[in-house]
């Protein structure tokens, strides 16, 4: 029964706390493990302490790097934002960063069109998470923190037109940064 070796998979990568982000980072590329991976992080969302929860989906995000022009990790963690609730409001953030990171190095090569779109598609996925505002305030503070190892502001600009994301406080934090610029 598949399900069933699925679950005996996702506790097995668990199995060793201090080595399971490398292992979940090990199966990231095989389609195969995708939904032990899945099953595994559910696990963790629900038998581990926050602590423990931390820690391990900043080492699985880690495993990107911060520059990643495709997050594999970051793909997968929204991916199980979605089935999870209750994700770690610093973890969300960091998950909203990487995909920010990435949709900005790739608007740099003409040839990454369809990574954008997948971008673009991880954050129209995220407006139904049950963290939205933790994403949404995500995307403000990004606006509003130019001048850090990459200016998010053109990239944050560009998915709220792509995914017709406009909230107040993005709207407003756009102006601002419109305002910012001219001066």
């Not at 598949?2 to 990568?13: G, S």
């Not at 090990?26 to 696990?43: I, N, Q, S, T, Y």
């Not at 997050?71 to 969300?92: G, N, S």
């Not at 600009?157 to 993005?170: F, G, K, L």
Request: hydrophobic letters at 45%; a negative charge; charged letters at 25%.
């Amino acid at each position: 029964h598949r399900t069933f070796q699925e679950f005996l998979a996702a506790r097995h990568l668990l199995a060793k706390r201090e080595i399971a982000a490398k292992r979940i980072g090990e199966k990231l590329d095989d389609p195969a493990w995708r939904e032990p991976l899945l099953l595994a992080l559910g696990f963790v969302m629900i038998h581990w302490g926050r602590e423990s929860q931390i820690r391990l989906l900043t080492e699985v995000l880690a495993i990107d790097g911060q520059d990643a022009l495709i997050p594999r990790a970051t793909f997968l963690l929204t991916d199980a934002l979605l089935e999870i609730h209750e994700v770690p409001t610093e973890v969300v953030e960091q998950i909203v960063t990487q995909l920010l990171n990435s949709y900005s190095i790739s608007m740099e090569q003409i040839q990454a069109l369809g990574l954008r779109e997948r971008i673009e598609q991880m954050f129209i996925r995220l407006r139904q998470c049950s963290q939205i505002d933790v994403v949404n305030h995500s995307l403000a503070d990004a606006i509003r923190r130019p001048g850090e190892k990459r200016d998010l502001t053109f990239a944050v600009a560009n998915i709220v037109r792509q995914t017709n994301w406009y909230t107040d406080e993005i709207v407003e934090t756009l102006m601002l940064a419109v305002k910012r610029d001219s001066s």
